[in-house]
């Protein structure tokens, strides 16, 4: 018997290392430089509908399997818990933690922005035409339409429009009740387990094209905009990304410290993701990804099938940053002065106006419409001052948002005792691995 078989045949695992150009935040990294030097020295290639159709492509095949991941983890989520106060319990404990950080995002948002008054001096001209169908949709954002929309017409009308909230509504209703079904909702609880294994094989394939989204994304944005597209904004954008950043290290890094672990060894677990969301401008498409790591990192199945899905609707807090810094900027640069009472009116109004804006880039512009609207109608020509830098700092908000519904669901599962200790420091320590759903089937089914 050679040692190898004794090896295995003794449980030990034989891997060998992955070379590091094997490893896929290395690849998206590569890709990004690649895609924003070709951007750069060759606009007109960069341009080019095929490969804006890369970076199109990708996020659309990640949305394609949104629906399915969502509904599969939230229906087994709540249908393996015995108790049925324990989804309610979660759920407010959830809403609880997203209201009260993403207040401190809002109120540091204003803090930075008037400390910082990049605005002032600009010149920029306002053009109106150039913002007026975000105009339009923002001013039909009204919460009333927010709750009912939560409310598909049809089932099937939900998943086809991919539409988390509704098809979140249905998945806790349909968990709900193969819960109260018990034993003879034993049947359908197992098939969508084994459903949730092959989608999660498909993401698994799909992963394997984000370089090639992110060289297409970057690309295209660098072509089309260029490098100087940042122009007399770069105070903008700059202010953003330090604002961002203080609050992910300072706000976030202290939660992370209270629940026992380090906000940068956090960062680092999740750094495939962040690099794809840096590429692709959409914190939609490392979800799937994100979901699978906070399970291997510790998190109880239920938290992470109830807590990501709702964060990505209600715990904006890369939007909501940048709201308050976008508003005050277009009041600076237009000579608007806006006093106290109406800077807290931003604070509540961008609160209400943030719920329902999914991670799709773009979704920041139109909720910063909203919050115009209502602070200063005056103020909403003036968002076309901004309109140019947008996809620059969509990045950063999709950054933001990934990483505060990561840190959300570990603390959920925290405050609900539902984290395993031992899990998260092998994860954080970098000596486990991600297991794939298969995989850990498999190892269910022998054991």
């Known amino acids: 018997m050679s040692t190898m078989t004794m090896h295995i045949e003794a449980g030990t695992p034989v891997r060998a290392r992955k070379a590091f150009y094997h490893t896929l935040y290395v690849q998206v990294l590569f890709a990004i430089v690649v895609g924003g030097l070709l951007g750069w020295l060759a606009p007109d290639i960069a341009t080019n509908d095929w490969i804006k159709a890369l970076g199109d492509g990708f996020i659309k095949l990640i949305k394609m399997v949104i629906g399915p991941i969502i509904f599969c983890t939230v229906v087994s989520g709540i249908a393996h818990i015995q108790d049925a106060k324990k989804v309610g319990r979660v759920g407010v404990k959830a809403l609880l933690y997203f209201e009260v950080v993403s207040t401190f995002a809002l109120v540091i948002g204003l803090v930075v922005g008037n400390l910082f008054p990049v605005g002032h001096g600009i010149g920029a001209q306002a053009n109106a035409q150039a913002v007026a169908k975000f105009a339009q949709q923002a001013s039909e954002h009204k919460t009333v ?25 249905f998945s ?38 984000a370089p090639f989204g992110a060289f297409g994304a970057m690309a295209y944005t660098i072509g089309k905009f260029g490098p100087s597209a940042l122009g007399n904004l770069a105070g ?4 953003f990304y330090l604002t961002a950043a203080l609050f992910v290290f ?4 202290t939660i992370a410290r209270v629940v026992g672990f380090n906000i940068f060894r ?27 790591k906070l399970e291997a990192l510790g998190c109880s199945k239920s938290v992470v099938g109830l807590v990501v899905p709702t964060g990505y609707s209600f715990n904006l807090d890369g939007t909501n940053i940048y709201m308050t810094l976008a508003t005050l900027f277009i009041a600076q640069a237009m000579g608007v002065h806006l006093d106290f009472g109406q800077q807290m009116t931003i604070l509540i109004v961008a609160m209400l106006t943030s719920k329902g804006a999914s991670g799709v880039t773009g979704a920041g512009f139109i909720t910063l419409a909203a919050t115009l609207t209502v602070v200063n109608p005056a103020l909403v020509p003036g968002m076309a001052i901004v309109f140019s830098i947008d996809k620059f700092m969509s990045e950063c908000r999709a950054l933001t948002n990934l990483t505060g519904n990561g840190v959300a669901c570990i603390v959920v599962s925290w405050w ?6 031992t899990k998260l420091e092998e994860a954080m320590s970098g000596k486990a691995a991600v297991v794939p759903h298969s995989a850990e089937a498999s190892a269910r089914a022998a054991a």
């Open 250 to 253: 300072v706000v976030l890094g």
């Open 172 to 209: 806790i209703l349909f968990g709900f009740a193969l819960m109260l079904l018990g034993e003879r909702g034993h049947g359908v609880r197992t098939l969508i387990d084994d459903l949730a294994q092959g989608v999660f094989g498909v993401i698994g394939i799909v992963m394997k094209a």
């Open 236 to 239: 903008l954008v700059g202010l």
């Open 266 to 292: 956090f960062l680092a677990y999740i750094k495939d993701e962040l690099l794809i969301v840096l590429g692709t401008s959409s914190s939609e498409s490392a979800l799937p990804q994100l979901m699978r």
């Open 416 to 421: 609900e005792g539902e984290l395993d200790r």
């Open 145 to 169: 339409d927010f709750v009912l929309g939560i409310i598909p017409d049809s089932v099937v009308g939900a998943f086809a429009k991919g539409d988390i909230l509704q098809i979140l509504l």
